[in-house]
T-cell receptor
Framework: GENVEQHPSTLSVQEGDSAVIKCTYSDSASNYFPWYKQELGKGPQLIID?????GEKKDQRIAVTLNKTAKHFSLHITETQPEDSAVYFCAASIGSARQLTFGSGTQLTVLP | DSGVTQTPKHLITATGQRVTLRCSPRSGDLSVYWYQQSLDQGLQFLIQ???????AKGNILERFSAQQFPDLHSELNLSSLELGDSALYFC????????????FGAGSRLTVL
């Protein structure tokens, strides 16, 4: 089955700096790659996603890049703010299967 | 509020017992997914239902079962509970916001003593 690896497990940045989280996946058939943000005591919330026919997608301060050849994708957060502090999960799914395989998560801390 | 409702929010029970977790999907979503989140295993896919029928199975133990009812709400039944079953159980639904897009509920925290 699909295996998703996520790095780093923890990341601390100064407010205003950029943060980058990277994921690799194993199954070349995967074609949907979402990123979720999980705040303490809450469920994961979708923040951005990308499909395999697109190399990059941006939404305000958040961007995701996808390299299908290398089977990796990354989340970029610019101008970080304290409210960006949370656990971020990458995920991948195959075709119409829809169930997601998640990475192990990254605890992002934005220091004021 | 994501639109996915899970009850109860917290549940404390003893080993060997049985519990039922309930999920109401977003209005219009036909698919329901159950995930288990534990400290050492991350978010693990358990099972998916689509319009009342089982669609896919993941790492779900035989002691666990689920169903989706005609009104599309779903229940996850956990029996013969063990200490290691303590975890957050999340329900997610999909359908109205596009293929593959899962919306998660706030979770049910199960503690087995």
């Amino acid at each position: 089955g699909e295996n998703v690896e996520q790095h780093p497990s923890t990341l601390s940045v100064q407010e205003g700096d950029s943060a980058v989280i990277k994921c690799t996946y194993s199954d070349s058939a995967s074609n949907y790659f979402p990123w979720y943000k999980q705040e303490l005591g809450k469920g994961p919330q979708l923040i951005i996603d990308i499909r395999s026919n697109v190399g990059e997608k941006k939404d305000q301060r958040i961007a995701v890049t996808l390299n299908k050849t290398a089977k990796h994708f990354s989340l970029h957060i610019t101008e970080t703010q304290p409210e960006d502090s949370a656990v971020y999960f990458c995920a991948a799914s195959i075709g119409s299967a829809r169930q997601l395989t998640f990475g192990s998560g990254t605890q992002l801390t934005v220091l004021p | 509020d994501s639109g996915v409702t899970q009850t109860p929010k917290h549940l404390i029970t003893a080993t060997g017992q049985r519990v039922t977790l309930r999920c109401s999907p977003r209005s219009g979503d036909l698919s329901v997914y159950w995930y288990q989140q534990s400290l050492d295993q991350g978010l693990q896919f358990l099972i998916q239902y689509y319009n009342g029928e089982e669609r896919a199975k993941g790492n779900i133990l035989e002691r666990f079962s689920a169903q989706q009812f005609p009104d599309l709400h779903s229940e996850l039944n956990l029996s013969s509970l063990e200490l290691g079953d303590s975890a957050l159980y999340f329900c997610a639904s999909s359908g109205t916001t596009g293929a593959n897009v899962l919306t998660f509920g706030a979770g049910s925290r199960l503690t087995v003593l």
